[in-house]
């Protein structure tokens, strides 16, 4: 079974406006962090932001906020106010704890394209 | 400060050649480890060092894949006899502590092999 689950594989998105990114993920650990990373065409993988399950709030950094559901184990994405540098490929991924927790493991990603 | 840098950025070989791939993290990272993605199969995980010891191989694909890392920084992925289904972009990162769900993995901007 996936452990991380990105099902939009692209998306447009209008300069300024706002965008969700949605990810969902199966874990039997309690704890567990979730990340999102952002990949421009230039290949590099750029942390975002990272959200512990653990933490009553969501995370916020910037324009992005990650809205964090654990019932429904979820740990969407929001862009806001987006710009024309936004699009790239983002990755959803989790690093569960013990022993598995040296890893991240990454969904399928999804591609955002912001228009002008 | 400088962020982990990876080396060659491109690499062109011929089907059974060996290849090495470098990896420098971040400066007082201890832990550091080694990704593929590729177009089939996605990110995928293959190796983590905790100081110089690689306590996780878990995602190393076939004895023809080792690593090392020496004085708790550089690490060198070596592959021998390639295969063209080695061709993907291998990406190296690196994070403060490892070993916890919290810690927050840096990427490199990634090694392109190209198998021919």
């Known amino acids: 079974a996936q452990k991380i689950t990105q099902t939009q594989p692209g998306m447009f998105v209008q300069e300024k406006e706002a965008v969700t990114l949605d990810c969902t993920y199966d874990t039997s650990d309690q704890s567990y962090g979730l990340f999102w990373y952002k990949q421009p065409s230039s290949g590099e993988m750029i942390f975002l932001i990272y959200q512990g399950s653990y933490d009553e709030q969501n995370a916020t950094e910037g324009r992005y906020s990650l809205n964090f559901q654990k019932a429904r184990k979820s740990a969407n994405l929001v862009i806001s106010a987006s710009q024309l540098g936004d699009s790239a490929m983002y990755f959803c991924?989790?690093?569960?704890?013990?022993?598995?927790?040296?890893?991240?493991?990454f969904g399928g990603g999804t591609r955002v394209l912001v228009k002008p | 400060g400088a962020g982990v840098s990876q080396s060659p950025s491109n690499k062109v070989t011929e089907k059974g050649k060996d290849v090495e791939l470098r990896c420098d993290p971040i400066?007082?990272?201890?832990?550091l480890y080694w990704y593929r993605q590729s177009l089939g199969q996605g990110l995928e995980f293959l190796i983590y060092f905790q100081g110089n010891s690689a306590p996780d191989k878990s995602g190393l694909p076939s004895d023809r894949f080792s690593a090392e890392r020496t004085g708790g920084s550089v690490s060198t992925l070596t592959i021998q006899r390639t295969q063209q289904e080695d061709s993907a972009v291998y990406l190296c990162?690196?994070?403060?502590?490892?070993?916890?769900?919290?810690?927050?993995?840096?990427f490199g901007p990634g090694t392109r092999l190209t198998v021919l």
């Open positions: 991924a989790m690093r569960e704890g013990g022993a598995a927790g040296n890893k991240l493991t």
């Open positions: 400066s007082g990272h201890t832990a």
């Open positions: 990162a690196s994070s403060p502590q490892g070993g916890v769900y919290s810690d927050t993995q840096y």
